[in-house]
C-alpha cells in the first residue's frame, strides 16, 4: 500500500508545524523545504488554503485519499457538524487510539504495532489499523507483547489523564474508549471546516 516513507522533517516544514511531534530540524528551520522555502512566497489561494488544510489532516493522522475521502462521506451521513465528525472518526481509528493511549511514540508506531498482531480489542487480536473503536471498547497490549522495549518506553512517564475519553488500565495494560471526544478535546491544530468547503466545491 503506498504510503508516505520520506522525511518526516520536509512535511514539518512545509506546514510550519511539528505535526509528527518534537522535530529538532523544524526548530533550526522554520520556512518550507526547497530551493526558495526560505523566500517570500507568494499569496495563497483560497483553494490552496484549503487543499493544504486537508493534506495536514491526511499526514497527521497518516490516511490516504481514497481512505480519506471514504471517511468524509460517512461523516457526510453521520449526524452532527460534519467538520468535527470527521475528526472524531480520525480520532477513533485503531492506530490513533493506540497512539493516545502511550502505548507507541506515534501513530506510524503504533499503526506498526497493530500490523504486527501486537495489539487486542476486547480481548480479540485485530490487525486493522483503520478499524474504528467504539466507545466501550477496551484496546490493550497482546500478552507476549507487554515486555517489548517500544511499548514499555513509550508507556513510561505518559500521562494517561490528558485525554478524557480514554481510561487506562495499568495493571491490563489496556485502555477504555469511553465515549467519542469532543472537538475541544482533540488537540491537533486542525481547521476542520477548511476540508468540509473543499469537498463541498
Known amino acids: 500500500?503506498?504510503?508516505?516513507?520520506?522525511?518526516?522533517?520536509?512535511?514539518?516544514r512545509k506546514f510550519g508545524e511539528p505535526i509528527f511531534g518534537e522535530d529538532k530540524v523544524l526548530a533550526k528551520r522554520n520556512y518550507p523545504p526547497g530551493q526558495h522555502g526560505a523566500n517570500k512566497r507568494r499569496k495563497t489561494s483560497e483553494y490552496g488554503v484549503q487543499l493544504r488544510e486537508k493534506q495536514k489532516a491526511k499526514y497527521t493522522y497518516g490516511v490516504l485519499e481514497k481512505q480519506f475521502r471514504n471517511l468524509f462521506e460517512k461523516a457526510s451521513r453521520t449526524k452532527g457538524v460534519k467538520g468535527e465528525v470527521l475528526l472524531q472518526l480520525l480520532e477513533q481509528r485503531l492506530d490513533n487510539v493506540v497512539y493516545r493511549l502511550g502505548i507507541a511514540p506515534t501513530r506510524a508506531a503504533a499503526r506498526q504495532l497493530v500490523l504486527h498482531r501486537h495489539i487486542v480489542v476486547n480481548g480479540a487480536v485485530l490487525n486493522i489499523a483503520s478499524y474504528s473503536v467504539k466507545p466501550g471498547d477496551v484496546v490493550g497490549v497482546r500478552e507476549k507483547s507487554k515486555s517489548l522495549e517500544v511499548i514499555a518506553d513509550a508507556l513510561a512517564g505518559f500521562n494517561h489523564s490528558k485525554y478524557p475519553w480514554l481510561e487506562w488500565d495499568e495493571s491490563a495494560k489496556a485502555g477504555k474508549l469511553l465515549h467519542v471526544p469532543a472537538r475541544e478535546d482533540i488537540p491537533e491544530n486542525i481547521k476542520e471546516q477548511l476540508i468540509v468547503e473543499l469537498y463541498s466545491k
Do not use: F
Request: glycine residues 8%; aromatic residues 8%; positive net charge.
Open 1 to 12: 500500500m503506498a504510503r508516505y516513507t520520506g522525511p518526516k522533517s520536509k512535511i514539518a
